[in-house]
């Protein structure tokens, strides 16, 4: 489902325009990236929590030219899925 | 940033009531949920997709028993951030 699809089917289910949509999700959205940005995980319920984890600046060499060089700071995003998520998928695969 | 944190600072960037970005919320997530378990994956601009892969059925071998069962098809879920959100992330670390 690309974005598209995605609202305009949450569209059709809040009874929103599409426009409406549009500014729910892009503010859910704006709502779960800033606080990423300032390197907090973001638990949302009967789905799951983003997680931002710092990796530090560290030196690195090139295999090729063995020059050594550094690697910048950077914030890695993983998001776990909660367990009721889990059980949901799962119980879905078994009906196939 | 838990649940309840996350639904009142949406509600105040929408000018929604609290039960208002709640209904809101779990349409947006009971859309990427229905489409997860169909198995498909679901893309969200500006953030990332969400990748559902299944895992089939496969027999495995219980180390001290030695005895073989039966692991049941699952399907795996994993986020995919967007080169958008990856650059805010990473613009983000190096302002630190």
Same mark, same amino acid.
């Given at each position: ?9 949450? !569209?059709?289910? #809040?009874g929103? &325009? +599409?426009?409406?949509? &549009?500014t +729910?999700?892009? !503010?859910? /959205?704006?709502? /779960?990236? $800033?606080? #990423?940005? *300032?390197?907090?995980? @973001?638990? /949302? $319920?009967?789905f799951?929590t983003? *997680? @931002?984890?710092?990796k530090? *600046?560290?030196? !690195? @060499?090139?295999p090729?030219t063995?020059?050594r060089?550094? @690697?910048?700071?950077?914030?890695? #995003? ?5 367990? &009721?998520l889990? *059980?949901? #998928?799962? !119980? ?5």
């Amino acid at each position: 489902m690309n974005n598209k699809e995605f609202i305009s089917e949450l !569209s059709r289910r #809040l009874g929103y &325009t +599409v426009k409406d949509a &549009t500014t +729910v999700t892009d !503010s859910l /959205i704006a709502c /779960i990236i $800033q606080d #990423l940005q *300032e390197g907090k995980n @973001v638990t /949302i $319920q009967n789905f799951g929590t983003f *997680e @931002v984890k710092k990796k530090m *600046e560290r030196i !690195s @060499v090139n295999p090729l030219t063995k020059q050594r060089f550094l @690697v910048p700071p950077k914030l890695n #995003l993983c998001f776990k899925p909660n367990l &009721t998520l889990k *059980e949901k #998928l799962k !119980s879905n695969t078994s009906d196939d």
